[in-house]
């Protein structure tokens, strides 16, 4: 039987079983909803395969950035609907005209989010955005290297993680591959997203049908979660409501793995990062775009080619990487647990979604007491008492 990463660890990239030629290696979800590769004991034949596969147990050197940009696209809609900039969209549409083949990640109903590829226009628009759960892989490797084998450029629009195991699946570079991770703040529960979608459609009384993580309807910066439902009727949660969002930011409906991340700041081997350029008023005020604004992260000659093929696409502009990253810790550093965790996951099954992430994440009454002390001492005082208050905890 192989020694596959340890469940803390392992970040569920598929890359062990859609490297397995017995097809011994499934994935499978476990009790928190997180997929999980099984074994199959009588069809295993020890052959190493998925061990030298494994991104987590052959942790690659870092690679860039190289460049550093802020950016976004000329194109108001393909911003609008875009999490950020829209230079993603720029991007694919570009590899696209030119024959060649594109994954990301897509809804597969309301409930679950998998890989799909996308070949035509048409369809790109179903990749665009942040989905704030797990992607399921299933056999996007395969078809991955199915099409570089003949001989078509292929955009790899994935986490860190879901990167690497596709390059250890590869075992080998292709120049028709150009990869496209993000920063990732963690990969929160499937099982969560369905039992709150189901709370939701309880309190509706109308099936959830499409959901958009980051509505900009607001703004960019205050996004809202919208929910649409059967009947045509919205559910729309700004940030103070958004209790999903809540859950997953704080670590409660997080992947183990997420918190020993091993793919954070230049341990990936991507060819361009994207992110939300978070800060950009600060840094470059003048280059901000309210709609949204990309930060760029160019780590090897095939993502600087890409990004000057779409240069006329965007407006772009050079920032210092340090920077520009300053108000975007989740590049460098892996989330943190709650520490009611492991209560979130034993009662989320059997308990109301909001209800239970409401109770949780209540703040304590010593920290109740500091907000309201907070608001009518001076900073020197309040320094003291937070001192003494964690002290006494």
């Not at 280059?287 to 600087?304: D, F, H, M, P, Y």
Request: proline content about 3%; hydrophobic content about 35%; overall charge positive.
């Amino acid at each position: 039987m192989p020694t596959l990463a340890k469940k803390e660890y392992c970040t569920g990239c598929s890359a062990c079983g859609a490297g397995c030629p017995c097809g011994a290696i499934s994935m499978s979800a476990d009790s928190e909803g997180f997929l999980r590769p099984v074994v199959d004991g009588g069809a295993c034949i020890s052959c190493g395969a998925c061990e030298r596969i494994c991104p987590v147990l052959n942790v690659s050197g870092e690679r860039g950035p190289v460049d550093a940009f802020g950016a976004y696209n000329r194109c108001e809609e393909t911003v609008y609907e875009s999490s950020s900039g829209g230079v993603f969209g720029a991007l694919a549409e570009y590899v696209i005209s030119i024959g060649g083949t594109v994954y990301g990640a897509a809804f597969d109903g309301a409930e679950s989010v998998a890989h799909v590829r996308v070949d035509t226009l048409e369809a790109l628009p179903m990749i665009f955005g942040s989905k704030y759960l797990q992607s399921e892989l299933r056999d996007t490797l395969r078809q991955v290297k199915s099409d570089l084998n003949l001989g078509k450029t292929v955009l790899f629009s994935g986490t860190p993680c879901q990167t690497a195991g596709l390059h250890g699946y590869l075992g080998r570079e292709y120049d028709g591959l150009i990869c496209v991770d993000t920063i990732c703040h963690s990969v929160p529960s499937s099982k969560a997203w369905r039992n709150f979608v189901r709370s939701s459609e309880q309190n509706s009384g109308s099936k959830v049908v499409r959901a958009n993580f980051r509505d900009k309807r607001k703004s960019w910066k205050d996004y809202c979660l919208c929910l649409t439902h059967e009947d045509g009727s919205e559910t729309v949660l700004a940030s103070a409501s958004n209790l999903y969002m809540k859950a997953f930011i704080n670590g409660l409906s997080t992947r183990e793995s997420c918190y020993n991340c091993r793919f954070k700041g230049q341990s990936r081997l991507s060819d361009i990062t994207l992110g939300d350029f978070w800060g950009v008023e600060d840094v470059c005020p003048a280059q901000c775009n309210e709609r949204g604004t990309s930060i760029v992260l160019v780590q090897s000659e095939k993502g600087a080619e890409l990004l000057r093929a779409i240069i006329s696409k965007l407006n772009v502009f050079d920032v210092d990487a340090i920077a520009a990253l300053a108000h975007n810790p989740a590049y460098y550093f892996s989330a943190k647990p709650h520490k009611k965790r492991k209560l979130f996951f034993d009662s989320v099954e059997c308990s109301d979604f909001c209800e239970l992430t409401e109770r949780l994440l209540k703040p304590s009454f010593a920290m109740r007491m500091l907000a309201r002390i907070r608001r009518s001492l001076p900073c020197r005082a309040l320094r003291y008492l937070k001192r003494r208050l964690i002290r006494t905890k």
